[in-house]
């Protein structure tokens, strides 16, 4: 069994016995919600985890549990189906990628808002699209089924499904049966600064937490950047499966400190000092805009009440940030609280789940 396999290999390397680990899998599981399983993945066996680190985690689904206190499930839509949230954004003045069209069962429309329905709409529809764009399930999660698409030979090229005729691409735009509706839009390339550090212009962007409090001020609690490192189109990081790291961003300055990977068992996290690529340094890499990036969340996080705590996924380009994705539900941040030993972001993070905990609990439907 697995899972039995993995906690003594965990217990070896921790060098420490079943006993105390039992226990410690009892404190996590009381504590922040956590299974056997996940707290393997994190690492969270470790003894030498600090107090300050362990009170700033908690499992995905307890995450979700509180976020769901502040975040109405009416208002579900409006961060999770990206044709609303784009739109939305779009009427506010909020820079995003520019919408080229929506792509849904019996009909899609293009961002003009004529439908798209019969072939000939669609072709026509196809015909109008720029040398390159991407296509994302509306309601897609951790990537799946983005899909990078440029003109090629009289059709496109996808970077997951290959080329595809002119006359076909209707078809194409549904890059993942699990999902109804897919957004087109263009295709954002990160900074030159970001593509120096990497080595890719594929997008990279920070995830940045945004926490409005009963005063109506807004603070930004917690920040973190995807590096791509694995030569992907995406940037999700994805437990660590990706090849992806993630940078802990200095709230302050933009700085990016050491990046954290998944170590080659799967059972927890390894900085890099450097790219792994590029070679380029991680420590003191300052991203393009942040103070532009900043005020920008904290900007749309008022204008998305009565939703009091959003995961905001921040692009950084030449032409300034952009909003890429907006979550009322997102992971926690288990990964880059475990991996630095920085008291001020556990004690940051720790102090919203704790603010979440005393948060009313929502009506039924609420």
């Avoid at 990628?97 to 072939?119: I, K, W």
């Avoid at 549904?174 to 990497?198: A, G, K, M, N, W």
Wanted: glycine letters at 12%; aromatic letters at 10%.
């Amino acid at each position: 069994m697995r899972l039995m396999a993995d906690l003594g290999l965990a217990r070896r390397r921790h060098e420490t016995g079943w006993l105390p680990m039992l226990r410690r899998l009892v404190h996590l599981r009381r504590r922040g919600g956590f299974g056997p399983r996940e707290a393997l993945d994190y690492g969270l066996l470790d003894p030498q985890l600090p107090e300050s680190a362990l009170a700033a985690t908690v499992a995905k689904k307890t995450l979700f549990g509180l976020l769901a206190r502040v975040n109405p499930a009416r208002l579900d839509g409006l961060t999770e189906d990206k044709a609303v949230f784009y739109a939305y954004c779009g009427a506010l003045g909020l820079p995003i990628p520019r919408l080229l069209g929506v792509a849904a069962r019996p009909v899609g429309y293009a961002a003009g808002g004529n439908p798209l329905r019969t072939e000939e709409d669609w072709r026509a529809f196809a015909s109008s699209l720029p040398q390159e764009f991407v296509v994302k399930p509306g309601r897609g999660a951790y990537g799946r089924g983005v899909e990078l698409f440029r003109r090629q030979d009289g059709g496109f090229v996808g970077s997951s499904s290959g080329w595809h005729a002119a006359e076909k691409m209707q078809f194409a735009f549904f890059t993942d049966e699990r999902y109804t509706s897919f957004v087109i839009q263009e295709r954002l390339r990160s900074h030159p600064e970001l593509q120096r550090l990497s080595g890719t212009a594929s997008l990279q962007t920070a995830r940045i937490w945004t926490e409005v409090d009963d005063r109506g001020d807004c603070r930004i609690v917690y920040a973190v950047f995807r590096v791509v490192a694995a030569n992907r189109v995406i940037d999700n990081f994805g437990g660590g499966s990706t090849g992806n790291l993630l940078c802990c961003v200095d709230r302050a300055e933009g700085t990016l400190g050491f990046a954290l990977g998944k170590v080659p068992d799967g059972l927890g996290w390894t900085r890099l000092a450097h790219h792994p690529l590029t070679r380029q340094g991680f420590s003191g890499f300052r991203l393009p805009d942040w103070a532009a990036a900043c005020a920008l969340v904290q900007r749309a996080a008022l204008l998305f009440l009565p939703m009091r705590v959003i995961g905001w996924d921040v692009a950084f380009t030449a032409e300034g940030p952009r909003l890429v994705e907006a979550n009322r539900r997102f992971d926690p941040a288990n990964e880059s609280v475990i991996g630095q030993e920085n008291p001020a972001v556990h004690a940051d993070v720790a102090g919203l789940y704790e603010r979440l905990r005393r948060s009313t609990r929502p009506k039924r439907g609420g």
